[in-house]
Every structure is written in structure tokens, then in C-alpha cells.
């Protein structure tokens, strides 16, 4: 089984600051890992994903994510945040192995709020 | 760029009646999923479908719950007898190939009286 953690459930940030919204997961099979961003009254968008290779990861919109294994984390940063950048992110995993359809476990979810 | 899609957007219903909620997932795709999220809480997982079968359901697929692929491009969930804590956004999904990225539709917020 896979479980998320996202330690900061608020996270409030002035504009041009940088920003890093934490992940930790646990996991008895390999993972994939994924960062998902929803403004408010909309879906799921993906800004991110680690499935293999270089552990660090770019995204849409300036974000990137760097993969430690060791440390089980999966920290999302970004060097400068805009006023746009104001929404929840929710860290994911997935699990992979013998099922024939894997799941997705995400976190709690991060509010990001972007003062000017 | 093809998309997953959901309708409708937003679902009013009472309690006790039975929803339907309707996805159309992206054309070559094989994997097929639910997700859920109540207001002010994470998604949750609810389901996946493969091969014209369910493949893995959450404690939270009870009985009142079932999907179905009717025809080669719907994907439905049927809540039977809707209560109030059904309420929530309701996300389809989509994938490929298993064990890859999942496209999730817009949602549907059900709202339950």
C-alpha cells in the first residue's frame, strides 16, 4: 500500500519569493510520483510526473520536483511565484507492479497563497 | 490535444435518487478510473476498469456504486441511492497503458438534498 504526506496544508508566500511544498510517501513497491495543481472551480491538472531517470523533474509553469528515494520525498519548488500561482497541489504516487490498473493516492493537498 | 470529458458539470439531485454520471475518456486509451473529492478534502480513489471489468475498487465502493462501459466511448458511475454524504467533485480518468500518467477529466459536482 502507498500513503502521502503533505506536512503544510497552508502554505503563504510573497510574490517573486520562492516556494517549496513538501511531499513525503511510503511505499512497499516502487512508485511513480506526480504533482497535480487545481485552481479554484476546476479540475486536476498535471504539472509534473517522475516515472524514471534524472531524479530532478520539470514542469509546467516553472515548477520542478526532485525525487529522493532515500529520504522518500518529493519536494516541489518553484523559484519565483506569481499572483497565478495561487491554487492547491496535491502530491500523488502510484504504485506499480501486478495490478492491472494502478491507482492513484494523493496527499491532503498544499493551499499556496500568493500575497502581493 | 484530445481531453477526457465530463457531463454533466453539475448534478442536483435528492436523496435517494439514483445519478448517473458520464465520462467520455480519451479515444486510445484502455485504463479507466473514478476518483472522488468532497469538498475541502483530497481525492480519492473509487475505481478502475479494465477489459469491460472492474480491476480495483476502495472501501468506498459499496454496493450502491457500479460503472459500466455501455458503448465503445461512455464511461458511466451509477450511484443508486444517493445520501447527502455523497456529495462531492467526481473525476474520471484515463490511461494508455497501466502503471502511466492518467489524464482526469473537469468533473462533475453531484450535490445531493
Known amino acids: 500500500a502507498q500513503s502521502v504526506t503533505q506536512l503544510d496544508s497552508q502554505v503563504p508566500v510573497f510574490e517573486e519569493a520562492p516556494v517549496e511544498l513538501r511531499c513525503n510517501y511510503s511505499?512497499?513497491?516502487?512508485?511513480?510520483l506526480f504533482w497535480y495543481v487545481q485552481y479554484p472551480n476546476q479540475g486536476l491538472q498535471l504539472l509534473l510526473k517522475?516515472?524514471?531517470?534524472?531524479?530532478l523533474v520539470k514542469g509546467i509553469n516553472g515548477f520542478e520536483a526532485e525525487f529522493n528515494k532515500s529520504q522518500t520525498s518529493f519536494h516541489l519548488r518553484k523559484p519565483s511565484v506569481h499572483i497565478s500561482d495561487t491554487a492547491e497541489y496535491f502530491c500523488?504516487?502510484?504504485?506499480?507492479?501486478?495490478?492491472?490498473?494502478?491507482?492513484?493516492?494523493f496527499g491532503s493537498g498544499t493551499r499556496l497563497s500568493i500575497r502581493p | 490535444e484530445p481531453e477526457v470529458t465530463q457531463t454533466p458539470s453539475h448534478q442536483v439531485t435528492q436523496m435517494g435518487q439514483e445519478v448517473i454520471l458520464r465520462c467520455v475518456p480519451i479515444?486510445?486509451?484502455?485504463?479507466f478510473y473514478w476518483y472522488r473529492q468532497i469538498l475541502g478534502q483530497k481525492v480519492e480513489f473509487l475505481v478502475s476498469?479494465?477489459?469491460?471489468?472492474?480491476?480495483?475498487k476502495s472501501e468506498i465502493f459499496d454496493d450502491q456504486f457500479s460503472v459500466e462501459r455501455p458503448d465503445g466511448s461512455n464511461f458511466t458511475l451509477k450511484i443508486r441511492s444517493t445520501k447527502l454524504e455523497d456529495s462531492a467533485m467526481y473525476f474520471c480518468?484515463?490511461?494508455?497503458?497501466?502503471?502511466?500518467?492518467?489524464?482526469f477529466g473537469p468533473g462533475t459536482r453531484l450535490t445531493v438534498l
Open positions: 480518468a484515463s490511461s494508455e497503458v497501466r502503471n502511466n500518467e492518467q489524464f
Open positions: 511505499s512497499s513497491v516502487s512508485v511513480y
Open positions: 517522475y516515472l524514471s531517470g534524472s531524479t
Open positions: 500523488a504516487v502510484m504504485g506499480y507492479g501486478y495490478s492491472s490498473a494502478s491507482k492513484i493516492i
Open positions: 479515444s486510445n486509451h484502455l485504463y
Open positions: 476498469f479494465y477489459n469491460n471489468e472492474i480491476s480495483e
